[in-house]
């Protein structure tokens, strides 16, 4: 099967291969389906439900940390983020929580 995409298109797709994203285009199209199947399906996305589950495996195991306020957690956040930066330390993602490029589960928007 041969597609034919605008020109905007097929520049994003390359920037997502450029960034490291994705090896081919092909891989691009797969991915776009699978979130399409996802959103037809009704269902919560199954990387939300990734995050979930991996959530609520850390507090049964007791691998969290309470904080007195969301204002105190982001500011924990930020200082970390503060601390990579000035260190040149790589920030980690986990792929089953937050890709490379990704606005995360919040869409980017946390005030």
């Given at each position: 099967m041969n597609v034919s995409l605008p020109p905007a298109?097929?520049?994003?797709?390359?920037?997502?291969?450029?960034?490291?994203?994705?090896?081919?285009?092909?891989?691009?199209?797969?991915?776009a389906l699978c979130l399409m199947r996802e959103q037809?399906?009704?269902?919560?996305?199954?990387?939300?439900m990734?995050?979930?589950q991996k959530g609520l495996d850390d507090v049964k195991a007791g691998r969290v940390k309470t904080y007195p306020s969301v204002k105190a957690f982001m500011k924990k956040i930020e200082s970390d983020n503060a601390r990579k930066i000035k260190?040149?330390?790589?920030?980690?993602?986990?792929?089953?929580v937050i890709g490379p490029g990704d606005d995360g589960p919040w869409g980017g928007n946390l005030s």
């Open positions: 298109e097929e520049r994003y797709i390359k920037t997502k291969i450029k960034k490291g994203l994705f090896k081919n285009p092909a891989e691009v199209v797969r991915k037809e399906s009704g269902r919560p996305p199954s990387r939300l990734n995050a979930v260190s040149g330390e790589p920030f980690k993602y986990d792929p089953d």
